[in-house]
């Protein structure tokens, strides 16, 4: 392509391993998918293989990170406190969530590594359910082992909350409050009422967040607590590429019986303001990473360039290693360098005393140095008569030099312009 500018935004999407032929496959939920290239990003799909953990700097560059579905997470991941359940509890739970209590320590490595990648670069992410998880842990929070047995059961029935149900998966739908002021509460406003600030959304975790790390902020509450959404208030500005949220339920699922039409309006905002933000991402790195045309010089001008270039270099070399036995070849070669000694304020001693030693090839090295004591003792004598000065006297002082500066500036850019070219004449 001629402009690789126009090359889309590009969203990784790491994918989950299942069995099917007696090998092993791997795959992303399509609806993901569709939401992504819809918006008008590129998903790129990373697969969970052994190794790919060590090999992200290799899918560069990386606009956005979308972390969907999968296995439970390495409790030692979170130093969860596992004592709390019996092992017949655990036993319990495997045997239950057969498909998801088998740990995948690959794609924790890969997804925990996107993670941090995203919070340090200030990347776009978006976790859905596990994805979410994701986020919370990698920032230092940590997980219920199992909502049931650790929070469900201690409840009220009243407060109760079923966050999972296998005879009627994709169908199911539980309550969640949306926090005030919060993008979800902007999202949904179009079906929110006022008194209880509820939708109804749809839940396939047994898992979930159990303290929730300390950057982030809860955007929607089950019925028995659990945070069901939230996000990093001081990294959220979708049009300036700024996005880090996490959400349990799936909003890309939240339609009846497959259809296009979803429960809610505002289902596919988060893809629609995530999609906004990794497109912003990737113009603000472009304009950062963009190289300058190379300035095309005509023959004399380049000519010219490369004696610049070279009575700099001499002069630099002669300045730093006090080289003052090696004489240049021409003279003239370090003009443009000794002027360029001259003008160097910022010396150390050492500078200072290879400056004067310099004195028979850079010209009036000591009394540059008488010079710039004259100045300080100028700028102490104006500096007393000024402090004598009220606010209006140093206003229209500074608006008068001001004046005074910029007439100067004209004058000297004119009278060096004319000094260089007479001395590009005689070299």
């Known amino acids: 392509m001629e402009n690789l500018s126009q090359v889309l935004p590009r969203v990784l999407v790491v994918s989950r391993r299942t069995v099917r032929k007696n090998k092993f496959v791997d795959f992303v939920g399509e609806y993901h998918l569709d939401l ?10 990373v697969p969970r293989v052994t190794g790919v953990h060590m090999l992200l700097e290799s899918f560069k560059p990386i606009h956005g990170v979308l972390l969907c579905e999968g296995e439970d997470i390495d409790p030692s991941l979170y130093e969860s406190e596992i004592s709390s359940l019996s092992p017949e509890e655990i036993q319990e739970i495997r045997e239950t969530h057969a498909s998801d209590t088998s740990i995948d320590k690959e794609k924790d490595s890969i997804e ?11 990347i776009p992410y978006l976790g859905i359910c596990r994805g979410s998880q994701i986020l919370n842990v990698a920032c230092g929070g940590t997980l219920y082992l199992d909502l049931e047995k650790e929070l469900t059961n201690k409840l009220p029935e009243e407060r ?18 949306i926090v005030e002021n919060s993008p979800l509460r902007s999202w949904f406003k179009d079906s929110l009422d006022r008194e209880n600030m509820e939708i109804l959304v749809n839940s396939y975790h047994h898992q979930g967040v159990k303290k929730l790390a300390q950057r982030f902020v809860p955007m929607a509450f089950a019925s028995d ?16 590429g700024k996005f880090i949220m996490g959400l349990q339920f799936h909003p890309e699922r939240m339609r009846s019986n497959d259809l296009d039409e979803f429960d809610y309006p505002g289902c596919p905002a988060a893809y629609q303001e995530f999609a906004k933000a990794v497109i912003a991402y990737q113009k603000k790195l472009s304009s950062s990473m963009s190289v300058p045309k190379t300035l095309v010089l005509d023959g004399e001008m380049e000519s010219k360039r490369k004696i610049l270039v070279r009575c700099f270099s001499l002069a630099r070399y002669m300045y730093t290693k006090g080289a003052t036995g090696k004489n240049p070849s021409k ?27 310099m004195g028979s090839t850079v ?3 000591g009394s540059y140095m008488k010079k710039l004591k004259v100045d300080e003792e100028k700028q102490r004598i104006v500096r007393n008569m000024m402090n004598k000065m009220n606010i209006e006297q140093l206003s229209e002082l500074m608006a008068f030099y001001h004046l005074i500066g ?8 004119q009278r060096l312009r004319g000094n260089v070219n007479e001395c590009f004449k005689d070299m």
């Open 36 to 45: 992504i290239v819809r918006y008008g990003c590129v998903p790129v799909i």
């Open 112 to 122: 925990l590594a996107l993670a941090k990648l995203c919070l340090e670069q200030n």
């Open 160 to 177: 109760r909350t079923r966050h999972i149900d296998y005879d009627n998966y994709d169908e199911h739908r539980h309550v969640v409050r």
């Open 225 to 240: 607590g659990l945070i069901e959404g939230f996000y990093d208030p001081d990294t959220y500005n979708p049009e300036e």
């Open 331 to 357: 003279v003239s070669e370090l003009e443009v360098g000794a002027e360029f000694l001259e003008s160097n304020t910022a010396l150390s001693t050492e500078q200072e005393t290879r400056l004067k030693e």
């Open 363 to 365: 010209r009036n090295g």
């Open 406 to 413: 910029n007439i100067c500036g004209e004058l000297l850019e």
